[in-house]
């Protein structure tokens, strides 16, 4: 059977933005369904998905590389002016991304391999970089909402960001989960903070178009006790560089990412939990952090 190249229209966060590829790879996307958006309105940005490899007359100079968990990552730019970025799961390549400097178009090809996971990586970096500018970020954590608010649990990977979430579900009424790897962080122009949930939720499949004004964000620490304490604008700022990424070899980007942190941690009360996995971490931290809701 053949398919037809199609586009579909998306909005998160406020920011519309469109896929391009086969019928067939944009019926599969069912995360991104909550957000579809039948009117075009203005993009933010346009990725494309080809399901081939890239064909370029032009010298691909690497920037940066990392690995984190089972993710080899590299990234750079071409000899013509464009920025790209490859990706690697468990030690298999999956996708290659081609955008121009702005963020504005990219391309996203696959290699055929986890292809869900490709096209979601392409995305969050093509969303990521594509916003920055408008003091938007995704940002790595499990968040819940309560009472109309929502809270952010951050830390490092293993440090119980889910568990600390599903205890909240647990124990105290009213409360539900907005998404559990990478919502969306948006500071308006009136200075509100809103976090939006997004088509990115990690294993935990939480795709919910919703949003809350942010009341505060927590970082975790495995203890064996159990302690909150406010941090102080240095300790929040490092807490944040952790859990929002972006180029920050990249000055623009780098510019867009401070900016964003700095209005976070002047705004919002960040604290850290020093706990157990336990019913009376959650309650301490409820009790704490929605003091003043």
Known sequence: ??????????????HSFTIEADE?????????EPFRDEVQKEDVFKMTIKTSSPNLNTKMIVDNQWERDNTSSICGHTSDGHFFFKYQWQHKPIVCLITDQQYTRGTAYLTGYEPTLAINMAMIVLYSHATAHLMTTI??????AYKQHAYLFIGLSGTGKSTHSQ???????????????KPVIRIHENGRIMLYGSPWSGKLKCYRNVS???GAIVKLKQAAYNKI?????????????????GKRWDKSIADAL????CTLVDTLPIYQLECLPDKEAALLCKETITENI
């Not at 205890?167 to 790897?181: A, E, K, P, R």
């Not at 304490?229 to 990424?245: D, F, G, M, T």
């Open 1 to 14: 059977m053949k398919y037809e190249i199609k586009q579909n229209h998306y909005i998160v966060a406020g």
């Open 24 to 32: 067939m790879i944009l019926n599969k996307l069912s995360e991104y």
């Open 258 to 261: 401070h900016n964003i942190e």
């Open 139 to 144: 940002i790595h954590t499990s968040a819940i």
């Open 212 to 214: 809350y004004p942010v």
């Open 229 to 245: 304490s406010k941090l102080n604008k240095i300790e929040a700022y490092v807490a944040l560089l952790h859990c929002i990424y």
């Open 167 to 181: 205890l909240w579900l647990s124990n105290i009424n009213d409360t539900s989960l907005i998404n559990d790897d």
